[in-house]
């Protein structure tokens, strides 16, 4: 069956530019996660979307970053005026019914972003 | 300051032998522990995990053994394939459903 697809997969940008990363989680899946993995970082968490309920953006860095979902299927995650240290891997990931202890995520291939 | 610790960034194992890769902790609300296995270009997939009122998970090869009062956890791979080469990422969740990973374990399968 489709897993958690990702879009682009490959992005290169100019500091200063926007970028918007697109997310379409496995269809049913209640719950979305982004996370973001830096060169020699571990897997860092941004922000958690569970049904209706307000996100938890607590993980986001900084006010540049934004994400949004719509109903219970695609999210895109936005970056404003992008600097070098968001290069990275962004990762999407969906559970059936949230709850990070009690529910497996699946993860999409990701998203690599340069910025020049 | 790191609440998931994974100390060692390589670990090299003859096939057919145990794999251990051990993760600490600092933050004692963890309710719950994860390992998530990645290979290059490819998202993390979900490999195991153990809730915090146990103290040992088994699944085929695959064994996580948690210690409480060391707030340490370790995965037990037995016996190890070529196929289990990859980077291995331990995690905690906390009752806010917020997820902790450590920076990963590559692990490398010897012929």
């Known amino acids: 069956g489709a897993g958690v697809s990702q879009s682009p997969s490959n992005k290169v940008t100019e500091k200063g530019k926007d970028v918007e990363l697109r997310c379409d989680p496995i269809?049913?899946?209640?719950?979305l996660y982004w996370y973001r993995q830096s060169l020699g970082q571990g897997l860092e968490f941004l922000i958690y979307?569970?049904?209706?309920?307000?996100?938890?953006k607590s993980g986001l860095p900084s006010d540049r970053f934004s994400a949004e979902r719509t109903g219970e299927s695609v999210s895109t995650l936005t970056i404003q005026r992008t600097q070098q240290e968001d290069s990275a891997v962004y990762l999407c990931?969906?559970?059936?019914?949230?709850?990070?202890?009690?529910?497996?995520?699946?993860f999409g291939p990701g998203t690599r972003l340069t910025v020049l | 300051d790191q609440q998931v610790k994974q100390n060692s960034p390589s670990l090299s194992v003859q096939e057919g032998r145990i794999s251990i890769l051990n993760c600490d902790y600092t933050?004692?609300?963890?309710?719950?522990f994860l390992w998530y296995k990645k290979y290059p270009a490819e998202g993390p997939t979900f490999l195991i995990s153990?809730?915090?009122?146990?103290d040992k998970n088994e699944d085929g090869r695959f064994t996580v053994f948690l210690n409480k009062s060391a707030k340490h956890l370790s995965l037990h791979i037995v016996p190890s394939q070529p196929g289990d080469s990859a980077v291995y990422f331990c995690?905690?969740?906390?009752?806010?459903?917020?997820?902790?990973f450590g920076k990963g374990t590559r692990l490398h399968i010897l012929p």
């Open positions: 990931a969906s559970s059936l019914t949230g709850g990070l202890g009690a529910d497996t995520q699946y």
């Open positions: 269809s049913g899946h209640t719950a």
């Open positions: 979307f569970q049904g209706n309920s307000a996100p938890d």
């Open positions: 933050n004692s609300m963890f309710d719950y």
């Open positions: 153990i809730s915090s009122i146990k």
């Open positions: 995690a905690a969740s906390d009752r806010d459903d917020k997820i902790i």
